[in-house]
Protein backbone atom coordinates (compact mmCIF):
# COMPACT_ATOMS: atom_id res chain seq x y z
CA UNK A 1 0.00 0.00 0.00
CA UNK A 2 1.16 3.64 -0.87
CA UNK A 3 2.05 4.96 2.49
CA UNK A 4 1.09 7.91 4.23
CA UNK A 5 -2.60 7.70 2.53
CA UNK A 6 -5.52 8.64 4.78
CA UNK A 7 -7.86 6.38 6.41
CA UNK A 8 -10.88 6.84 3.24
CA UNK A 9 -8.12 5.40 1.14
CA UNK A 10 -7.37 2.74 3.41
CA UNK A 11 -11.18 1.84 3.61
CA UNK A 12 -11.15 1.55 -0.30
CA UNK A 13 -7.77 0.29 -1.36
CA UNK A 14 -5.82 -1.46 1.76
CA UNK A 15 -5.88 -5.14 2.11
CA UNK A 16 -6.17 -6.80 -1.41
CA UNK A 17 -3.56 -5.93 -3.43
CA UNK A 18 -3.93 -7.32 -6.69
CA UNK A 19 -0.47 -8.34 -8.75
CA UNK A 20 -0.76 -7.75 -12.71
CA UNK A 21 -3.31 -9.54 -14.10
CA UNK A 22 -5.08 -10.33 -11.37
CA UNK A 23 -8.77 -9.26 -10.11
CA UNK A 24 -9.39 -5.65 -9.01
CA UNK A 25 -11.85 -6.97 -6.87
CA UNK A 26 -10.84 -8.83 -3.91
CA UNK A 27 -11.90 -12.57 -4.95
CA UNK A 28 -13.22 -15.33 -2.30
CA UNK A 29 -10.20 -17.65 -2.22
CA UNK A 30 -13.40 -20.42 -0.86
CA UNK A 31 -10.97 -22.92 -0.64
CA UNK A 32 -10.33 -24.83 2.80
CA UNK A 33 -6.83 -26.09 1.69
CA UNK A 34 -4.21 -25.01 -0.80
CA UNK A 35 -1.83 -27.44 -3.20
CA UNK A 36 2.10 -27.54 -2.85
CA UNK A 37 4.16 -29.31 -5.24
CA UNK A 38 6.49 -31.29 -2.60
CA UNK A 39 6.48 -32.08 1.05
CA UNK A 40 9.30 -29.79 2.35
CA UNK A 41 7.37 -26.46 1.50
CA UNK A 42 4.52 -28.01 3.03
CA UNK A 43 6.43 -29.14 6.29
CA UNK A 44 8.39 -25.29 6.31
CA UNK A 45 4.55 -24.03 6.51
CA UNK A 46 3.97 -26.06 9.58
CA UNK A 47 6.89 -25.19 10.94
CA UNK A 48 6.39 -21.66 10.71
CA UNK A 49 9.49 -21.75 8.84
CA UNK A 50 8.18 -19.78 5.60
CA UNK A 51 4.95 -18.04 4.98
CA UNK A 52 1.85 -19.32 3.12
CA UNK A 53 -1.48 -21.26 2.80
CA UNK A 54 -2.28 -24.72 3.49
CA UNK A 55 -5.43 -24.75 5.43
CA UNK A 56 -8.37 -21.96 5.96
CA UNK A 57 -8.55 -22.65 9.63
CA UNK A 58 -5.22 -20.84 10.51
CA UNK A 59 -4.82 -18.88 7.25
CA UNK A 60 -7.10 -17.89 4.13
CA UNK A 61 -6.53 -15.24 1.69
CA UNK A 62 -9.63 -13.60 1.74
CA UNK A 63 -9.81 -13.21 5.29
CA UNK A 64 -5.97 -12.34 5.60
CA UNK A 65 -6.49 -9.29 3.11
CA UNK A 66 -9.72 -7.75 5.09
CA UNK A 67 -7.54 -8.70 8.35
CA UNK A 68 -4.96 -6.63 6.42
CA UNK A 69 -6.99 -3.49 5.98
CA UNK A 70 -8.29 -4.07 9.39
CA UNK A 71 -4.76 -3.66 10.39
CA UNK A 72 -3.94 -0.53 8.68
CA UNK A 73 -6.95 1.09 9.83
CA UNK A 74 -6.30 0.68 13.31
CA UNK A 75 -2.30 1.39 12.85
CA UNK A 76 -1.49 -2.19 14.08
CA UNK A 77 1.37 -4.58 13.02
CA UNK A 78 -1.42 -7.48 12.13
CA UNK A 79 -4.87 -8.69 12.70
CA UNK A 80 -7.03 -11.78 13.03
CA UNK A 81 -10.55 -12.47 11.92
CA UNK A 82 -12.46 -14.28 14.07
CA UNK A 83 -16.26 -15.97 13.75
CA UNK A 84 -17.83 -13.08 15.68
CA UNK A 85 -17.20 -10.21 18.46
CA UNK A 86 -17.30 -12.24 21.21
CA UNK A 87 -14.66 -14.97 19.75
CA UNK A 88 -12.58 -11.68 19.46
CA UNK A 89 -12.49 -10.75 22.87
CA UNK A 90 -12.36 -14.54 24.40
CA UNK A 91 -8.95 -14.95 22.01
CA UNK A 92 -7.75 -11.39 23.06
CA UNK A 93 -7.32 -12.20 26.09
CA UNK A 94 -7.19 -16.41 26.05
CA UNK A 95 -4.10 -15.91 24.48
CA UNK A 96 -2.36 -14.15 27.77
CA UNK A 97 -4.45 -15.90 30.57
CA UNK A 98 -4.49 -19.26 31.60
CA UNK A 99 -6.05 -21.31 34.48
CA UNK A 100 -5.03 -19.27 37.95
CA UNK A 101 -4.61 -15.29 36.13
CA UNK A 102 -6.55 -13.29 36.80
CA UNK A 103 -8.03 -9.91 34.63
CA UNK A 104 -9.64 -6.62 35.27
CA UNK A 105 -12.57 -4.63 33.18
CA UNK A 106 -14.78 -1.70 33.46
CA UNK A 107 -18.36 -3.10 34.36
CA UNK A 108 -19.54 -0.26 31.28
CA UNK A 109 -19.12 -3.57 28.63
CA UNK A 110 -21.46 -5.50 25.79
CA UNK A 111 -23.71 -7.88 27.86
CA UNK A 112 -22.39 -10.96 25.93
CA UNK A 113 -19.18 -9.91 26.88
CA UNK A 114 -19.80 -9.65 30.92
CA UNK A 115 -20.60 -12.85 30.48
CA UNK A 116 -18.01 -14.25 29.08
CA UNK A 117 -15.74 -12.49 31.64
CA UNK A 118 -17.85 -12.98 34.97
CA UNK A 119 -18.80 -16.98 34.46
CA UNK A 120 -17.30 -18.30 31.40
CA UNK A 121 -13.86 -17.57 32.07
CA UNK A 122 -14.31 -18.38 35.98
CA UNK A 123 -15.37 -21.36 34.65
CA UNK A 124 -11.62 -22.12 32.53
CA UNK A 125 -10.28 -21.29 36.29
CA UNK A 126 -9.78 -17.03 34.71
CA UNK A 127 -10.68 -15.07 37.14
CA UNK A 128 -12.22 -11.32 36.17
CA UNK A 129 -12.67 -8.46 38.79
CA UNK A 130 -15.01 -5.84 37.13
CA UNK A 131 -14.47 -1.98 38.05
CA UNK A 132 -16.35 1.27 37.49
CA UNK A 133 -14.08 2.82 34.78
CA UNK A 134 -14.89 6.68 36.83
CA UNK A 135 -12.55 5.42 39.71
CA UNK A 136 -9.34 6.96 39.99
CA UNK A 137 -6.24 5.86 39.14
CA UNK A 138 -5.43 4.88 42.58
CA UNK A 139 -9.04 3.07 43.10
CA UNK A 140 -8.08 0.80 39.55
CA UNK A 141 -4.43 -0.12 41.03
CA UNK A 142 -5.99 -1.84 43.90
CA UNK A 143 -7.55 -4.19 41.65
CA UNK A 144 -4.44 -5.36 40.88
CA UNK A 145 -2.91 -8.80 41.61
CA UNK A 146 0.19 -10.14 40.83
CA UNK A 147 -1.64 -12.84 38.82
CA UNK A 148 -3.06 -9.98 36.81
CA UNK A 149 -2.47 -10.25 33.40
CA UNK A 150 -4.88 -7.39 31.39
CA UNK A 151 -7.23 -4.94 31.65
CA UNK A 152 -10.26 -3.99 29.64
CA UNK A 153 -12.88 -1.99 28.61
CA UNK A 154 -14.73 -0.60 25.71
CA UNK A 155 -14.27 2.65 23.87
CA UNK A 156 -18.13 3.62 24.10
CA UNK A 157 -19.69 0.89 25.84
CA UNK A 158 -22.74 -0.81 24.86
CA UNK A 159 -25.72 -0.35 25.45
CA UNK A 160 -24.66 3.00 28.14
CA UNK A 161 -23.07 5.09 25.56
CA UNK A 162 -19.93 5.53 27.91
CA UNK A 163 -16.63 7.17 26.99
CA UNK A 164 -13.67 5.19 28.17
CA UNK A 165 -10.64 7.40 29.50
CA UNK A 166 -8.17 5.51 27.07
CA UNK A 167 -5.14 7.46 28.52
CA UNK A 168 -6.32 6.76 32.33
CA UNK A 169 -6.73 3.33 31.77
CA UNK A 170 -3.07 2.58 29.47
CA UNK A 171 -1.21 4.43 32.29
CA UNK A 172 -2.83 2.57 35.00
CA UNK A 173 -2.45 -1.03 32.97
CA UNK A 174 1.20 -0.25 32.38
CA UNK A 175 2.08 0.86 35.70
CA UNK A 176 1.26 -2.86 36.47
CA UNK A 177 3.49 -4.44 33.34
CA UNK A 178 -0.46 -5.83 31.26
CA UNK A 179 -1.70 -4.75 28.18
CA UNK A 180 -4.59 -2.26 28.00
CA UNK A 181 -7.38 -4.11 25.55
CA UNK A 182 -10.07 -1.79 24.03
CA UNK A 183 -13.15 -3.34 22.21
CA UNK A 184 -13.47 -0.59 19.64
CA UNK A 185 -16.44 -1.57 17.82
CA UNK A 186 -18.70 1.14 18.10
CA UNK A 187 -16.75 4.35 17.22
CA UNK A 188 -14.48 2.22 14.81
CA UNK A 189 -11.05 3.37 13.69
CA UNK A 190 -13.02 6.35 11.62
CA UNK A 191 -13.69 8.24 15.11
CA UNK A 192 -11.06 6.80 17.16
CA UNK A 193 -7.96 4.44 17.04
CA UNK A 194 -7.16 3.48 20.57
CA UNK A 195 -3.78 2.78 20.03
CA UNK A 196 -2.34 6.31 19.49
CA UNK A 197 -3.94 6.72 23.26
CA UNK A 198 -1.87 3.92 24.31
CA UNK A 199 -3.98 1.16 24.34
CA UNK A 200 -2.32 -2.01 23.16
CA UNK A 201 -4.70 -4.88 21.38
CA UNK A 202 -7.91 -3.91 19.84
CA UNK A 203 -10.68 -5.81 19.30
CA UNK A 204 -13.64 -5.71 17.46
CA UNK A 205 -17.51 -7.17 16.96
CA UNK A 206 -17.07 -6.20 12.70
CA UNK A 207 -20.72 -7.37 12.71
CA UNK A 208 -21.73 -3.61 13.87
CA UNK A 209 -20.28 -0.21 11.68
CA UNK A 210 -17.17 -2.32 9.66
CA UNK A 211 -20.24 -4.57 8.25
CA UNK A 212 -22.54 -2.27 8.64
CA UNK A 213 -25.42 -3.88 6.56
CA UNK A 214 -25.80 -6.97 8.87
CA UNK A 215 -25.03 -9.55 6.88
CA UNK A 216 -22.65 -11.39 8.67
CA UNK A 217 -21.86 -11.70 12.61
CA UNK A 218 -17.95 -11.82 12.72
CA UNK A 219 -15.30 -10.14 15.00
CA UNK A 220 -10.95 -9.15 14.80
CA UNK A 221 -7.90 -8.59 17.05
CA UNK A 222 -5.62 -6.53 16.09
CA UNK A 223 -2.12 -5.49 18.11
CA UNK A 224 -0.46 -2.58 18.11
CA UNK A 225 3.00 -4.35 18.16
CA UNK A 226 4.07 -1.62 20.98
CA UNK A 227 3.69 -4.05 24.19
CA UNK A 228 7.09 -5.42 25.37
CA UNK A 229 6.25 -8.66 26.82
CA UNK A 230 9.58 -9.65 27.46
CA UNK A 231 9.79 -6.66 29.82
CA UNK A 232 7.59 -8.80 31.79
CA UNK A 233 8.38 -11.92 30.54
CA UNK A 234 7.04 -14.06 34.01
CA UNK A 235 4.18 -12.80 33.66
CA UNK A 236 3.49 -13.92 29.77
CA UNK A 237 5.07 -17.35 29.79
CA UNK A 238 2.83 -17.96 26.88
CA UNK A 239 4.61 -15.78 24.56
CA UNK A 240 8.11 -15.93 26.09
CA UNK A 241 9.10 -19.28 27.13
CA UNK A 242 9.03 -22.08 24.54
CA UNK A 243 5.81 -23.48 23.05
CA UNK A 244 5.79 -27.57 22.99
CA UNK A 245 3.52 -27.88 20.44
CA UNK A 246 6.12 -26.04 17.83
CA UNK A 247 9.04 -27.93 18.53
CA UNK A 248 9.85 -25.61 21.55
CA UNK A 249 9.67 -22.13 19.53
CA UNK A 250 9.25 -19.11 21.75
CA UNK A 251 7.12 -16.38 20.21
CA UNK A 252 8.78 -13.07 21.32
CA UNK A 253 12.58 -14.98 20.18
CA UNK A 254 11.15 -15.98 16.61
CA UNK A 255 8.71 -13.53 15.90
CA UNK A 256 9.48 -10.10 17.79
CA UNK A 257 6.84 -7.18 17.17
CA UNK A 258 4.69 -9.84 15.67
CA UNK A 259 4.40 -12.28 18.78
CA UNK A 260 1.29 -11.60 19.81
CA UNK A 261 -0.47 -12.28 16.58
CA UNK A 262 1.65 -15.19 15.37
CA UNK A 263 0.76 -16.85 19.18
CA UNK A 264 -2.84 -15.78 18.23
CA UNK A 265 -2.70 -17.73 14.76
CA UNK A 266 -0.57 -20.11 15.23
CA UNK A 267 -1.53 -21.72 18.63
CA UNK A 268 -5.26 -20.55 19.56
CA UNK A 269 -6.56 -20.67 16.10
CA UNK A 270 -5.26 -24.20 15.08
CA UNK A 271 -6.67 -25.41 18.42
CA UNK A 272 -9.91 -23.56 18.60
CA UNK A 273 -10.88 -22.51 15.45
CA UNK A 274 -13.55 -19.86 15.58
CA UNK A 275 -12.59 -18.12 11.63
CA UNK A 276 -15.18 -16.97 9.51
CA UNK A 277 -16.30 -17.99 6.31
CA UNK A 278 -13.93 -16.71 3.08
CA UNK A 279 -17.01 -15.02 1.91
CA UNK A 280 -18.30 -13.38 5.28
CA UNK A 281 -15.19 -11.86 5.00
CA UNK A 282 -15.94 -10.64 1.80
CA UNK A 283 -19.16 -9.49 2.87
CA UNK A 284 -17.12 -7.42 5.37
CA UNK A 285 -15.13 -5.90 3.01
CA UNK A 286 -17.42 -4.66 0.97
CA UNK A 287 -18.61 -3.06 4.20
CA UNK A 288 -15.75 -1.72 4.88
CA UNK A 289 -14.99 0.14 2.17
CA UNK A 290 -18.01 2.66 2.70
CA UNK A 291 -17.07 3.27 6.20
CA UNK A 292 -15.84 6.16 6.25
CA UNK A 293 -18.73 7.48 4.39
CA UNK A 294 -21.69 5.81 6.65
CA UNK A 295 -19.82 6.65 9.92
CA UNK A 296 -20.27 9.90 9.74
CA UNK A 297 -24.20 10.17 8.43
CA UNK A 298 -24.64 7.96 11.25
CA UNK A 299 -23.22 11.10 13.67
CA UNK A 300 -24.58 13.64 11.77
CA UNK A 301 -28.04 12.01 12.07
CA UNK A 302 -27.96 10.84 15.55
CA UNK A 303 -27.30 13.68 16.77
CA UNK A 304 -30.38 15.73 15.32
CA UNK A 305 -32.43 12.75 16.78
CA UNK A 306 -30.43 13.15 20.40
CA UNK A 307 -31.33 16.94 20.14
CA UNK A 308 -34.89 16.13 19.16
CA UNK A 309 -35.74 13.70 22.12
CA UNK A 310 -33.88 16.03 24.75
CA UNK A 311 -36.20 18.98 23.87
CA UNK A 312 -39.06 16.63 24.20
CA UNK A 313 -41.26 17.12 27.37
CA UNK A 314 -41.70 13.16 27.19
CA UNK A 315 -38.32 12.17 27.05
CA UNK A 316 -36.93 11.80 31.00
CA UNK A 317 -32.96 11.35 30.02
CA UNK A 318 -31.11 10.78 27.11
CA UNK A 319 -27.46 9.69 26.59
CA UNK A 320 -25.52 10.54 23.57
CA UNK A 321 -22.09 11.98 24.18
CA UNK A 322 -22.03 14.09 21.47
CA UNK A 323 -24.74 16.45 23.41
CA UNK A 324 -22.21 19.23 24.86
CA UNK A 325 -24.35 18.52 28.13
CA UNK A 326 -23.52 15.11 28.41
CA UNK A 327 -21.72 14.03 31.32
CA UNK A 328 -19.33 12.08 28.80
CA UNK A 329 -18.64 14.89 26.61
CA UNK A 330 -15.42 16.19 27.74
CA UNK A 331 -14.01 12.19 27.25
CA UNK A 332 -15.62 12.93 23.64
CA UNK A 333 -14.39 15.97 22.47
CA UNK A 334 -10.89 14.92 23.51
CA UNK A 335 -10.95 10.85 22.20
CA UNK A 336 -13.90 11.05 19.55
CA UNK A 337 -13.74 14.96 17.97
CA UNK A 338 -15.51 13.87 14.92
CA UNK A 339 -18.35 12.07 16.88
CA UNK A 340 -19.18 9.05 18.91
CA UNK A 341 -21.59 6.80 16.61
CA UNK A 342 -25.27 6.31 15.52
CA UNK A 343 -26.12 4.63 18.78
CA UNK A 344 -27.61 6.80 21.96
CA UNK A 345 -29.28 5.30 24.95
CA UNK A 346 -32.28 7.20 26.39
CA UNK A 347 -36.11 6.82 28.98
CA UNK A 348 -39.24 7.99 28.50
CA UNK A 349 -41.09 9.32 31.53
CA UNK A 350 -43.31 6.62 32.54
CA UNK A 351 -42.95 2.78 33.55
CA UNK A 352 -41.62 -0.12 31.28
CA UNK A 353 -45.20 -0.19 29.72
CA UNK A 354 -44.23 3.08 28.11
CA UNK A 355 -41.27 2.39 26.78
CA UNK A 356 -42.52 -1.22 24.97
CA UNK A 357 -45.71 1.03 24.07
CA UNK A 358 -43.62 3.50 22.09
CA UNK A 359 -41.33 0.79 20.43
CA UNK A 360 -44.77 -0.92 18.95
CA UNK A 361 -45.68 2.35 17.96
CA UNK A 362 -42.05 3.40 15.53
CA UNK A 363 -42.38 2.34 11.91
CA UNK A 364 -39.63 3.18 10.10
CA UNK A 365 -37.59 2.38 13.39
CA UNK A 366 -37.42 -1.42 13.90
CA UNK A 367 -37.25 -3.34 16.63
CA UNK A 368 -34.35 -6.21 16.26
CA UNK A 369 -31.17 -7.75 18.25
CA UNK A 370 -28.76 -5.46 16.73
CA UNK A 371 -26.78 -2.15 16.63
CA UNK A 372 -24.80 -0.34 14.12
CA UNK A 373 -26.38 -0.79 10.85
CA UNK A 374 -27.57 1.10 7.82
CA UNK A 375 -31.19 0.69 9.25
CA UNK A 376 -32.78 2.27 12.09
CA UNK A 377 -33.59 0.09 15.07
CA UNK A 378 -34.37 0.12 18.87
CA UNK A 379 -33.83 -2.42 21.52
CA UNK A 380 -34.64 -2.52 25.10
CA UNK A 381 -31.72 -3.95 26.93
CA UNK A 382 -33.69 -4.98 30.50
CA UNK A 383 -36.12 -7.26 28.47
CA UNK A 384 -33.78 -8.40 25.24
CA UNK A 385 -30.02 -8.72 25.20
CA UNK A 386 -29.28 -8.30 28.85
CA UNK A 387 -32.47 -10.35 30.35
CA UNK A 388 -30.07 -12.91 32.10
CA UNK A 389 -28.33 -10.16 34.35
CA UNK A 390 -30.03 -9.64 37.97
CA UNK A 391 -31.36 -5.79 38.08
CA UNK A 392 -28.03 -5.21 40.36
CA UNK A 393 -25.82 -6.21 37.50
CA UNK A 394 -28.02 -4.31 35.03
CA UNK A 395 -27.43 -1.79 37.42
CA UNK A 396 -23.60 -2.44 37.35
CA UNK A 397 -23.56 -2.79 33.59
CA UNK A 398 -24.94 0.96 32.94
CA UNK A 399 -28.46 -0.16 32.08
CA UNK A 400 -31.51 1.47 33.37
CA UNK A 401 -34.34 -0.89 33.66
CA UNK A 402 -36.02 1.96 31.34
CA UNK A 403 -32.70 2.22 28.96
CA UNK A 404 -34.10 2.01 24.93
CA UNK A 405 -31.07 1.73 22.63
CA UNK A 406 -31.71 3.31 19.76
CA UNK A 407 -29.19 2.95 16.62
CA UNK A 408 -29.85 5.66 14.20
CA UNK A 409 -29.05 4.22 10.86
CA UNK A 410 -28.37 6.09 7.66
CA UNK A 411 -31.95 7.07 6.72
CA UNK A 412 -32.84 10.60 6.55
CA UNK A 413 -33.11 11.95 9.44
CA UNK A 414 -36.11 14.14 9.37
CA UNK A 415 -38.24 10.97 8.48
CA UNK A 416 -36.80 9.06 11.56
CA UNK A 417 -37.37 12.05 13.75
CA UNK A 418 -41.09 12.23 12.24
CA UNK A 419 -41.32 8.42 13.46
CA UNK A 420 -39.97 8.94 16.82
CA UNK A 421 -42.61 11.74 17.00
CA UNK A 422 -45.34 9.94 15.87
CA UNK A 423 -44.93 6.69 18.24
CA UNK A 424 -44.32 9.18 21.15
CA UNK A 425 -47.79 10.96 20.38
CA UNK A 426 -49.20 7.23 21.05
CA UNK A 427 -47.36 6.33 24.03
C1 LIG B 1 -21.93 -6.94 19.58
C2 LIG B 1 -20.76 -6.69 20.41
C3 LIG B 1 -19.89 -7.72 20.79
C4 LIG B 1 -20.15 -9.17 20.42
O1 LIG B 1 -20.02 -9.30 19.06
P1 LIG B 1 -20.76 -10.47 18.19
O2 LIG B 1 -20.25 -10.19 16.83
O3 LIG B 1 -22.22 -10.27 18.36
O4 LIG B 1 -20.29 -11.76 18.74
C5 LIG B 1 -18.78 -7.38 21.54
N1 LIG B 1 -18.52 -6.11 21.90
C6 LIG B 1 -19.35 -5.09 21.55
C7 LIG B 1 -19.01 -3.71 21.98
C8 LIG B 1 -20.48 -5.33 20.80
O5 LIG B 1 -21.29 -4.32 20.47
Known amino acids: MKPNVKRSTLCVQAGWEPKNGEPR???IYQSTTFKYDDTEQMADL????????????LQNPTNDAVAKKIAALEGGVGAMLTSSGQAANFYALFNICQAGDH????????????NLFGVTFKKLG????????DASEEEIDKAFRPNTKALFGETLSNPGCRVLDIEKFARTAHRHGVPLIVDNTFPTPINCRPFEWGADIVTHSTTKYMDGHATQVGGVVVDSGNFDWDACADKFPGLT??????????YTKAFGKMAYMTKLVAQLMRDL??????HNAFLLNLGLETLHLRVPRHCENALKIARFLQADPRVAWVHYADLPEDR?????????????CGVMAFGLKGDRETAIRFMDSLRLICIVTHVADARSCVLHPASHTHRQLSDEQLREAGVAPDLIRLSVGIEDADDLIDDIREALDKI
Not at 273 to 278: C, L, T, V
Open 328 to 340: DHALAAKYLPDGT
Open 25 to 27: VLP
Open 241 to 250: TPDDSYHGLT
Open 126 to 133: IECTFIDQ
Open 273 to 278: GSIPSP
Open 46 to 57: FDLKAEGYFYTR
Open 103 to 114: FITSTEIYGGTY
